[in-house]
């Protein structure tokens, strides 16, 4: 079910969808794959997937969308399916009610907007949560992206033990294979890059902190925000906007994957100072190409660094301090990094959940 993905793009549930269905797409001898689409990306994804069957039957987008979601079972499985169906895979919030049968899986990604329903407008708030406890309560299987996930899950619902598995997720193949894009702003200096939008979880504020800290000692910096806009940072506190006028800081609110390859293959650091998450996927993806990274006490977040990543508490900015310092000074590993998790190992673990629980 992938009617929330539209051609412009998304974030990271949306970057989930389309790296699992690009597995499963390449194992026909194993899979035959239908894509439930929204109505306005349908062309798209016939020329994104020419192997899979695709089926528009979401219209909206948005908070209305859940309805779609909720009851969007009803068109692929009754009208538009000729063979009879026997997974239908969810991977954002909401399962359809109506399988017609077939078994319902869904992928649970985080716990936050009940964790954190502030974070979410509250529309979404409103019409989401609801059915995203009805979606989890009847599901045959539930598949976390993390431990940290599946214990938060359990937290709230611990009668579904026995339904849940742990797959983790996988660096981007698109990242890890990019030829890269230089960023004018950053090429030739010695950058940290942080990816995180201005939510309070993600952390911006404190990391503003220490890295105003590090630019006292070393004015040769700059730190990289990626998902952020220019307009959002001078909020959290004086000292980012400070950097910002120094150049000691430079936003980007909006890059290609391949200048945010350059930036992992090209930077100093990779910082990941939230604390709190569902799995973690920057400090997954810096990793897999030998980013030196720092990280939070999150569980998700340690989960997904490799064991050569330096931990420290997120409120602690003497810690971070240390840390950054510590990375800068040993620069990128000579020899080759730590074994590489990709897409077709998180094919091959759902399939095998799916046809074993």
């Not at 908070?63 to 063979?83: S, T």
């Not at 598949?143 to 660096?171: G, H, K, N």
């Not at 000691?248 to 994957?257: E, K």
């Not at 510590?326 to 990094?337: D, M």
């Amino acid at each position: 079910m992938a009617g929330h993905v539209l051609p412009v793009g998304g974030g990271g549930i949306v970057r989930y969808t389309l790296e699992l269905a690009s597995a499963l797409a390449e194992r026909p001898d194993e899979v035959i794959l239908h894509l439930g689409v929204n109505t306005r990306a349908e062309e798209w994804f016939r020329d994104t997937f020419p192997t899979a069957r695709v089926h528009p039957v979401q219209r909206r987008t948005g908070g209305l969308a859940v309805l779609d979601e909720h009851l969007a079972g009803l068109a692929p499985f009754r009208r538009r399916i000729e063979a009879p169906v026997d997974v239908v895979h969810s991977v954002k919030h909401i399962a359809p009610l109506f399988t017609r049968g077939a078994r319902s899986v869904l992928t649970v990604h985080d716990m936050l907007l009940v964790d954190r329903p502030l974070d979410y407008s509250r529309s979404k708030r409103l019409l989401l949560r609801v059915p995203y406890g009805l979606s989890l309560t009847r599901a045959d299987l539930l598949i976390c992206v993390s431990d940290a996930t599946r214990q938060r899950l359990l937290s709230y619902y611990p009668e579904l033990e026995r339904r849940t598995v742990v797959v983790p997720l996988a660096a981007s193949p698109r990242m890890l294979d990019s030829p890269g894009e230089p960023v004018p702003a950053l090429d030739g200096r010695t950058f940290g890059v942080v990816v995180g939008d201005g939510l309070a979880r993600k952390n911006l504020a404190f990391l503003g902190t220490v890295w105003h800290r590090l630019t006292r000692q070393r004015p040769d910096l700059v730190l990289a925000v990626v998902g952020s806009g220019a307009t959002d940072l001078p909020e959290l506190s004086a000292r980012w906007r400070e950097m910002l006028a120094e150049g000691a800081a430079v936003a980007l609110p909006r890059i290609t994957d391949d200048a945010l390859a350059w930036c992992y293959r090209n930077t100093a650091v990779a910082l990941c100072p939230s604390y709190m998450e569902g799995f973690g996927l920057p400090a997954a993806e810096a990793a897999a190409v030998g980013t030196p990274v720092v990280v939070s006490e999150d569980p998700a977040l340690s989960a997904a660094a490799p064991a050569s990543a330096l931990r420290a508490a997120s409120w602690d900015v003497d810690s971070w301090a240390t840390a950054v310092e510590k990375a800068l000074a040993e620069g990128r590993p000579t020899a080759g990094h730590e074994p590489v998790r990709r897409w077709a190992d998180v094919a091959d673990e759902t399939i095998r959940a799916i046809r074993t629980r």
